[in-house]
């Protein structure tokens, strides 16, 4: 196969940070020489006692990943202070609401006043350096301040996304044993508002059965509807920050300090608390904010991902910040009021790079190139992508239609582990292909094994891995370092192992197919079929589940659920409603199933092990190529599940 090529683009490259061969060069000696690397780049961050260590990291043995590791510095120091000498009153955060009448410009001046208020807010309530902090907020610019605030005083942060349920919410605030949630009365999306404060009251219940009893909640007021209030505990944001000085000192912390706890999901068991730290994320952060979009100062800067996942955090908040740039934080919706809002907020707020994820390309695609083509987009010079594969098509109109064939597109591969952008093009160096996200970033040495760990060369598909330590890596799971080790370094020994499936070509372009574990990305969230069959069978009518991802035109994947029922439980409609209902209540409307079929029985080998192969192909409706099923205990459960499909084509 033959892709068709997208040579670099003359007015990107005509300002361009880094040429193919600065790339080349600077690539190489990023892998012979990662010491004098990352000693010189290491510098661009301000360090209050610098680093005279640089890697220290072993994927061998109990796994030990180290970076800068006797420097001190602080990421809010770094993220604000650090600009205000000569860039303070430039606007740091542009705030667009849901409501299109709304938005708001706050400079670096306004941020820091803000940040240092709420630290002193969380100080006077006892907050300390290692403490946990839970933040469950909407896209409102108090968000990124209570980030900011709790890297300033030491505080790990654990953002949970708004669209998480009370059930997900209290069981993260059990993980990380914190007693401090920062939220907002209500969200608001697409006109609808969500009710975080009374989903966080939910939440405390469930922690205080797992014996955390959460101290101190402090409420942003948002829309000012009521909620629930329960004086002592809950304080209005906007009235203790009035109460506080307008200053606060950062605290020195070491380079290997935690900086924040994110849970993602994986093939297993319940969500891990991936555990980033100080120095070395916030110099990939920022490191690769300016170079993979190419930022030049004064440029705008928009990505729709939320803070409540790892997109937001590096690329809303910690890189965008550290960088001095000019971040866009969105409320709303793709197509709020309508499918035109994108591009309408480009055009208003004169964005000239943006990016976004391969779900939102297709939906606001099927809308027609209307809504796109009646606001200007002349300040768009490059596009990103994230969060899954974008399929050529997507790809194609993104390019033609959104960037008017003048923008490059940059698909940056990259996971809530990795903490940085890992696989991509760099906009003046890389000649692009429509779907692949292209060469590895300085630092980053991938590799593709087979299934037996044998190492592959040249053209070929894979198992991708990444062979040795990059500093945003991530350092460990929150309490558990076992399942860390376990979980990335144990399928090919001494190897970070990625969980996805890639293609190398022959030009040695990274083409990602996407998971080869139970991993499923549902409009670029990853989500484990484990946490979905685990919130079926809680419900009383539901004896056995199992959960695959099928291809979804918008979605990416949709969820296809297989449910035995309970003896004596007849399978209906309203039975389906009942249980998609359940499966939203248990973790949130991202996990809402596609698809319920009701099956007798599951097709299992003769230990039990059910063939998720099988039951794959039947949700794709690709039964003809079931292969072998001659391990099967009772093939004609087979039959059945064939006979009721829910995908027929
Ligand atoms: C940043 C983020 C990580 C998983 C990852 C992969 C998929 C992300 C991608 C991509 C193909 C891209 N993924 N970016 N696949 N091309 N450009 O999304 O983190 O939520 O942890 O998801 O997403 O499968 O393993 P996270």
């Not at 490059?382 to 698909?411: F, K, M, Q, T």
Request: a negative charge.
């Amino acid at each position: 196969m033959f892709a068709k090529i997208y040579p670099v683009l003359k007015p990107a490259n005509n300002r361009a940070l880094i040429d193919n061969e600065t790339y080349q060069n600077w690539y190489r000696e990023s892998i012979e020489n990662p010491e004098r690397f990352w000693g010189e780049h290491g510098k661009r961050i301000d360090w209050s006692k610098p680093f005279t260590k640089i890697k220290n990291t072993s994927f061998e043995g109990d796994v030990s990943i180290k970076w800068f590791e006797d420097g001190e510095t602080n990421v809010s120091y770094n993220c604000v202070d650090r600009h205000l000498a000569t860039h303070a009153d430039q606007v740091a955060i542009i705030w667009e609401g849901d409501d299109p009448s709304l938005s708001k410009k706050i400079t670096y001046r306004e941020v820091h006043e803000q940040v240092c208020r709420l630290a002193n807010v969380m100080k006077a309530r006892g907050v300390k350096k290692g403490d946990r902090v839970t933040v469950y907020m909407p896209m409102i610019p108090e968000a990124a301040y209570a980030m900011l605030a709790c890297a300033r005083i030491g505080a790990v942060h654990s953002v949970v996304f708004g669209g998480f349920s009370p059930d997900a919410l209290g069981g993260r605030i059990v993980d990380c044993e914190s007693t401090f949630v920062i939220t907002a009365d209500e969200g608001l999306r697409g006109g609808k508002p969500i009710p975080l404060k009374n989903n966080v009251d939910k939440a405390i219940d469930i922690a205080a059965r797992g014996h955390i009893m959460v101290k101190d909640v402090i409420v942003v007021r948002r829309t000012g509807n009521p909620t629930g209030w329960a004086p002592g505990r809950d304080l209005w944001y906007h009235e203790e920050c009035a109460k506080v000085s307008a200053d606060c000192a950062p605290e020195p912390m070491n380079a290997e300090d935690p900086l924040f706890i994110l849970y993602t999901s994986g093939s297993t068991g319940r969500p891990k608390g991936v555990l980033h730290t100080t120095g070395g994320y916030l110099v990939y952060a920022s490191m690769t904010h300016q170079y993979v979009f190419d930022y030049h100062e004064g440029d705008i800067y928009w990505c729709t991902a939320d803070v409540g996942w790892v997109t937001g955090h590096s690329y809303i908040v910690y890189g965008p910040l550290a960088n001095g740039a000019t971040t866009l934080m969105f409320e709303g919706v793709p197509n709020y009021p309508d499918q035109g809002r994108f591009w309408e907020v480009v055009d208003k707020h004169k964005v000239n790079i943006f990016y976004t994820a391969p779900t939102a390309i297709r939906a606001l695609m099927g809308a027609g190139d209307d809504f796109v083509k009646r606001s200007s987009r002349s300040s768009p010079r490059l596009l990103g992508s994230v969060g899954e594969p974008i399929n050529p098509e997507a790809w194609e109109w993104y390019y033609h239609v959104v960037g008017d064939d003048r923008c490059p597109i940059v698909d940056t591969w990259w996971q809530t582990e990795t903490g940085g952008i890992m696989i991509t093009p760099l906009p003046g160096a890389t000649d692009l292909k429509a779907g692949s996200a292209t060469r590895p970033f300085f630092g980053v040495k991938p590799e593709l094994v087979d299934g037996e760990g044998r190492v592959l060369e040249g053209a070929t598909d894979g198992n991708l891995c990444i062979t040795d330590s990059w500093p945003g890596q991530m350092r460990t799971i929150h309490g558990d370092h076992e399942r860390f080790i376990q979980t990335y370094f144990a399928t090919y020994k001494g190897k970070y192992f990625t969980g996805d499936g890639c293609r190398r070509d022959e030009d040695g372009y990274y083409w990602i197919t996407g998971r080869v574990d139970d991993v499923l990305n549902v409009s670029g969230h990853r989500l484990g079929t484990a946490e979905v069959e685990s919130a079926l069978v809680s419900h009383h009518d539901v004896s056995e589940a199992a959960v695959v991802g099928y291809p979804h035109d918008i979605k990416g994947q949709g969820i296809y659920c297989y449910v035995t029922l309970m003896a004596g439980v007849q399978g209906s409609d309203e039975l389906r409603k009942t249980l998609v209902g359940h499966v939203r209540t248990e973790i949130g409307p991202i996990a809402s199933p596609d698809k319920i079929q009701f099956a007798p029985g599951l097709p299992k080998t003769r230990s039990g092990k059910i063939m998720r192969r099988i039951l794959r192909k039947i949700a794709e409706d690709d039964f003809g190529a079931l292969g072998d099923t001659s391990t099967l205990a009772d093939p004609a459960v087979v039959d059945d599940l064939i006979a009721n499909r829910q995908n027929k084509k």
